[in-house]
């Protein structure tokens, strides 16, 4: 994520990753630009960067990036439904 400035979110989150002891940089414009030069970042102050943690690709989750031998799951539930059913 990239701020222009140090708004309360971007505060929040710093202290929300220190307090559950994940890793978070917090990458000022200069490093951004080292680091990514092909970015503009006019009007970036700074970015928040998680090294240890992945991406969750809506496609790719949703079942649009199969590999080979699955199949999508989705489980759903009406409402007053107690079990939930598995959808193929």
Sequence with gaps: MFFGKREPFAVQS????RRMGLRLDVLEC?????RY???????VEFGLFE????????RSAAGGGRLAGTEPRFSLASKGESQHREVH
């Excluded at 710093?14 to 990753?17: D, M, R």
């Excluded at 030069?37 to 009007?43: C, L, V």
């Excluded at 090294?51 to 809506?58: I, K, R, S, T, Y």
Aim: proline residues 12%; without cysteine; negative net charge.
């Design 37 to 43: 030069p092909q970015i503009a970042w006019d009007g």
């Design 51 to 58: 090294p240890d943690l992945g991406a969750l690709m809506a």
């Design 30 to 34: 200069p490093e951004l630009q080292r």
């Design 14 to 17: 710093i202290e929300a990753h």
